[in-house]
Nanobody, 125 residues
Framework: VQLQASGGGLVQPGGSLRLSCVASGFTLDYYAIGWFRQAPGKEREWVTCISCKDGGTVYADSVKDRVTIFRDNGKNTAYLQMNRLKREDTAVYYC???????????????????WGQGTQVTVSS
């Protein structure tokens, strides 16, 4: 059972990246997917999630209108499309899966059962 995050890299400010999160050993259909990130010297923070609140998506204010989370259950994969990247988006990005429930704090990393290994995103000119 694992999640595999990939797609990170070096990108210039204003550029785009698409991160992928592939699940193996379990079916993503029954899980909410969250993306978190951890910048150097900072705590890990929640970025976004899908199927976490009323079946929809929720975004942190810092990324709202610049990122889109979506999933393809047929491929057992979730994605994070990031546009108009800023230097402050530089971080290691983690995907995580939490069983879908009616009420829980989807911003709390302790609610997530499975974690990917992280993929580095560096925004720099």
């Amino acid at each position: 059972v694992q999640l595999q995050a990939s797609g990170g890299g070096l990108v210039q400010p204003g550029g785009s990246l698409r991160l992928s999160c592939v699940a193996s050993g379990f079916t993503l259909d029954y899980y909410a997917i969250g993306w978190f990130r951890q910048a150097p010297g900072k705590e890990r923070e929640w970025v976004t999630c899908i199927s976490c609140k009323d079946g929809g998506t929720v975004y942190a204010d810092s990324v709202k209108d610049r990122v889109t989370i979506f999933r393809d259950n047929g491929k057992n994969t979730a994605y994070l499309q990031m546009n108009r990247l800023k230097r402050e988006d530089t971080a290691v990005y983690y995907c995580a899966a939490a069983p879908i429930r009616t009420q829980y704090d989807f911003r709390d990393e302790n609610e997530y059962r499975y974690w990917g290994q992280g993929t580095q995103v560096t925004v720099s000119s």
